[in-house]
C-alpha cells in the first residue's frame, strides 16, 4: 500500500527545526509585551466574502491563490490567505474598535495556491501585528521602530533594509492611476501577460512586477509622490522624522505598493538578499478604510506581518539561530522493575523541587544502552537507579559532561540538594 504523503507546498517543521521557530516566537511575545500589545486569536476557515471585499476581487490571491470550498450547507468559504481582514472581522463583531485604541498581535498559518519555493510555501506562518484608533504617523512609526529592535536582538537587522513609500489618500492613487495608464498604455504590447492583464483592473500592481523588461519600460513612467495631496505629504513626512530620530535607516522606494487593495498612506517592507528571490521578511502599512469597507465605522488602523518561514531561514543563513536545547538536564537510568519504579517517583520529585529538565528512561534496556541514550539526551547528569543502590535507600550519580567529576553515590533525599549545588546552581 502507497504511503500518504503531506500535500504539496504544505510542510512539516520537524523537532530539529522547532527549537529555532520557538526562539523566534518567544522573543516577538516578549519584545510585543514590553511596547502593550495583546495576543488575538481567530478561526483559519472565514466567509470568502471577507476576502474578496478587503483584499479585492482583482488581486492575485483571490483570482488564483485563495482556498475556497463549499461546506455541506452551501456556504463559500475560505481558507484564511492573510490575517489583517480577520482581525478587523473579529475586532468589530466583538465590540473592540468603537471609540477604542488597540494593539494587538496574532500568529499561525496562512495559506495560498502558488507555486512552492524556498521560503514560499501554500501553508506558510505569520506573525501579525495590528493598531486601530490611532491616525497619526507617531503609531506607523512605532511598528517600524519595533520591528527594528527586533531585527537587532535577533542579530539580522545588518542584514535587512527598510523599504519606504506613501501611496497617499484613495483621491491621489486615483489621479495617479489614470496617469499610469494613460502612460502604459503606450507599450501595452510590450508589457509581461501579468502586467497586461493588471492593466485594466489593478495598474499600480505593475509597479510590482520582477519582470526585467517591464521594469525598463517603468523608468520613465510617472512617480505617484508627484500626486500625493498635502496631507499624505505631512504624514510621511512626519514618519520619516521619527525615523529618523530613532536612528532607524530606510530607502525611499517609489514603486512601492504592496499587494493588496486595502493600504493607503504608508507602505513598508523589509527585504534581505541573503534568501535569493523571496527577499521580503517583513510588510505592512496603513489601511483606514478596512474597517468601514467591512460594515464598521471609519477606524485608522495600521500594521504588518512578518514571515516565520523566511526569519527562520535568515536567522539560518546567518548563523545566529540559536543551537538545539539539550532534551534533558538529568537522565534516568533504572535496571529492573522496583528501579523503574523507584525512578519514575523520584524524577516527579526532582520536577517540583528543581527547575530542570528530567528525562526517563522507558522501554527498558541495558545499562549500556541506557547510557548512550543519555549521552544523547545532552543530560549533564544520569542518575542510576539499580538493586544495590534501591537495597541501601541511595542512588549513583554520573556526570556525562565533566571528566572530572568522579561517579558519587548518595542517599535518594539529597539528590535534589546535591544537584541544585554542584551541576544546577545557576
Known amino acids: 500500500m502507497a504511503r500518504i504523503q503531506s500535500i504539496r507546498g504544505m510542510n512539516d517543521i520537524l523537532p530539529d527545526e522547532t527549537p529555532r521557530w520557538q526562539y523566534l516566537e518567544e522573543k516577538v511575545r516578549v519584545l510585543l509585551a514590553r511596547y502593550g500589545y495583546r495576543e488575538i486569536r481567530f478561526p483559519i476557515v472565514e466567509q470568502t466574502e471577507l476576502f474578496k471585499r478587503s ?4 488581486t492575485d490571491i483571490v483570482e488564483k491563490e485563495m482556498y475556497t470550498f463549499e461546506d455541506r450547507n452551501g456556504d463559500s ?10 482581525c478587523v472581522r473579529a475586532c468589530e463583531q466583538n465590540g473592540l474598535l468603537h471609540n477604542q485604541q488597540q494593539r494587538l498581535w496574532y500568529q499561525g498559518p496562512m495559506f495560498r495556491h502558488e507555486r512552492p519555493q524556498k521560503g514560499r510555501q ?24 519595533m520591528t527594528a529592535r527586533l531585527w537587532r536582538e535577533l542579530g539580522i537587522l545588518d542584514s535587512l533594509t527598510l523599504e519606504l513609500n506613501s501611496i497617499g489618500t484613495s483621491e491621489s492613487r486615483q489621479a495617479y492611476r489614470q496617469a499610469l495608464l494613460g502612460y502604459l498604455s503606450q507599450f501595452e504590447s510590450q508589457l509581461d501577460e501579468d502586467s497586461r492583464r493588471r492593466l485594466g483592473s489593478n495598474p499600480l500592481r505593475i509597479l510590482d512586477s520582477k519582470v526585467p523588461e517591464t521594469q525598463a519600460l517603468l523608468k520613465d513612467a510617472p512617480v505617484l509622490s508627484d500626486y500625493l495631496d498635502e496631507t499624505s505629504k505631512q504624514h510621511f513626512d512626519g514618519l520619516c522624522a ?11 522606494n517609489t514603486k512601492l505598493v504592496r499587494g ?12 534581505t538578499d541573503a534568501l535569493g528571490a523571496q527577499g521580503t521578511v517583513c510588510a505592512g502599512g496603513r489601511y483606514d478604510g478596512l474597517v468601514e469597507q467591512l460594515g464598521g465605522k471609519p477606524t485608522p488602523a495600521v500594521g504588518f506581518a512578518m514571515g516565520v518561514e523566511r526569519l527562520c531561514l535568515l536567522m539560518e543563513a546567518l548563523s545566529v539561530a ?25 524524577a ?6 528543581l527547575s530542570v529538565n528530567v528525562l526517563l528512561n522507558c522501554g527498558g534496556g541495558s545499562f ?3 547510557f548512550k541514550k543519555a549521552d544523547k539526551s545532552g543530560a549533564a547528569v544520569a542518575l542510576v537507579l539499580a538493586e544495590d543502590e534501591l537495597a541501601s535507600g541511595k542512588v549513583a550519580v554520573k556526570a556525562l559532561r565533566d571528566a572530572d567529576k568522579a561517579q558519587q553515590t548518595i542517599m535518594l533525599d539529597e539528590v535534589a540538594d546535591m544537584l541544585r549545588q554542584q551541576y544546577f546552581s545557576n
Open 348 to 353: 516527579e520529585k526532582l520536577r517540583d523541587q
Open 122 to 145: 501554500r501553508q506558510f506562518h505569520q506573525i501579525g501585528v495590528e493598531t486601530f484608533g490611532m491616525n497619526g504617523p507617531d503609531i506607523d512609526a512605532e511598528l517600524i521602530i
Open 260 to 271: 493588496l487593495d486595502y493600504y493607503g498612506l504608508t507602505v513598508f517592507e523589509w527585504t
Open 322 to 346: 540559536p543551537e538545539t536545547p539539550a532534551l534533558a538536564d538529568v537522565y534516568m537510568v533504572a535496571i529492573g522493575d522496583a528501579a523503574e519504579l523507584a525512578a519514575l517517583t523520584l
Open 55 to 58: 483584499i479585492g476581487e482583482v
Open 242 to 252: 521619527r525615523l529618523e530620530a530613532a536612528g532607524v535607516s530606510y530607502r525611499l
Open 368 to 370: 549500556k544502552s541506557q
Open 77 to 86: 468559504l475560505a481558507l484564511r490567505p492573510e490575517g489583517t481582514a480577520c
